[in-house]
């Protein structure tokens, strides 16, 4: 009797370890619960999207809880759980070193436990990297936006000295400024040369000449000087500006540059 007694036990052993129904004393049958395989399994389906790499460490944890085989599942799941405390004298005492070494082997070893924090890792390197990803697209932004004013200044700055190198082979030849002008208005070269005699009488073609005694300014004399800012704001220092209202006054009033110049001759103004 004791020996089938103990048959029995150790068969009873020998299922738990395999993992399937046990046979209690009683005769009657409990399930198994979930073995290391299937709550590593079970940890990883949890992550889901949180963890698309690691399907290789899934991998690899599940290969060592087979190895172990489904008995020493058994004995990392009896490790991990709570114990009732001993029933004696130093019941209230703090665990023995070997105790606590014995628990923090069973964690190291663990493989749900280290399928938990391979998740954790890769769960914190994800938002490391979308940290990363936002510094990335905002300094690119910047980079955008720095770039598009660099451009905008030296295209201002481009502008800036053509207007000036214009205004200054303005002020040298003037007269290569109001040629065109006075042909564009369908006056003919003796028209031109009326305008040459009359401009160089009132100024000498001098963008800055002013008369004192009657406050008349600039290349065509306009009196006053500020009659001209109807042709532009710089009419104190741009031929341009003075040729278009002279070439203006003068088709308005007289006509053409020879009757303005002959009107000149006979008074002494225009």
């Given at each position: 009797m004791?020996?089938?007694?103990g048959?029995?036990?150790a ?14 004393p009683?005769?009657?049958?409990s399930?198994?619960?979930p073995?290391?395989?299937?709550r590593v399994?079970?940890v ?6 949180e963890?698309?790499?690691?399907a290789?460490?899934a ?11 489904q008995?020493a ?9 709570p114990?009732?405390?001993a ?9 023995s070193?070997?105790?606590?070494d014995?628990?923090a ?10 399928a938990?924090?391979?998740i954790?890792d890769?769960?914190?390197q ?18 955008a936006?720095?770039?598009r ?5 030296a295209e201002?700055q481009?502008?800036?000295e ?18 065109p002008l006075?042909?564009?208005?369908g006056?003919?070269?003796?028209q ?19 008369n ?12 006053p ?8 704001e710089?009419w104190?220092?741009?031929?341009r500006?003075q040729?278009?209202w002279g070439l ?7 006509g053409?540059?020879?009757?303005a ?10």
């Amino acid at each position: 009797m004791r020996t089938a007694t103990g048959l029995l036990a150790a068969g009873a052993v020998v299922l738990t370890a395999s993992g399937a129904s046990l046979l209690t004393p009683t005769g009657t049958t409990s399930e198994a619960g979930p073995t290391t395989h299937e709550r590593v399994a079970a940890v990883w389906r949890a992550a889901g999207d949180e963890a698309p790499r690691a399907a290789a460490d899934a991998q690899l944890l599940g290969e060592l809880a087979g190895e172990r085989g489904q008995g020493a599942s058994r004995s990392l799941d009896r490790a991990a759980a709570p114990t009732a405390p001993a029933a004696s004298a130093g019941a209230d005492s703090a665990p023995s070193a070997a105790t606590a070494d014995a628990g923090a082997v069973a964690v190291s070893d663990d493989p749900v436990a280290q399928a938990q924090q391979r998740i954790q890792d890769l769960q914190d390197q994800k938002v490391a990297d979308e940290a990363d990803t936002e510094l990335h697209d905002e300094a690119s932004q910047v980079s955008a936006a720095e770039a598009r004013q660099a451009v905008a200044a030296a295209e201002q700055q481009r502008a800036a000295e053509a207007e000036q190198a214009a205004l200054a082979a303005a002020q040298a030849d003037p007269r290569s400024v109001a040629a065109p002008l006075v042909a564009a208005r369908g006056w003919d070269a003796g028209q031109f040369q009326c305008l040459d005699r009359l401009w160089t009488k009132e100024s000498g073609w001098k963008w800055s000449a002013d008369n004192p005694s009657s406050s008349a300014y600039g290349i065509p004399q306009a009196l006053p000087g500020k009659k001209m800012a109807s042709h532009g704001e710089g009419w104190v220092d741009d031929p341009r500006v003075q040729i278009a209202w002279g070439l203006d006054y003068i088709a308005d009033v007289y006509g053409t540059p020879c009757r303005a110049w002959g009107h000149s001759q006979a008074v002494n103004w225009y």
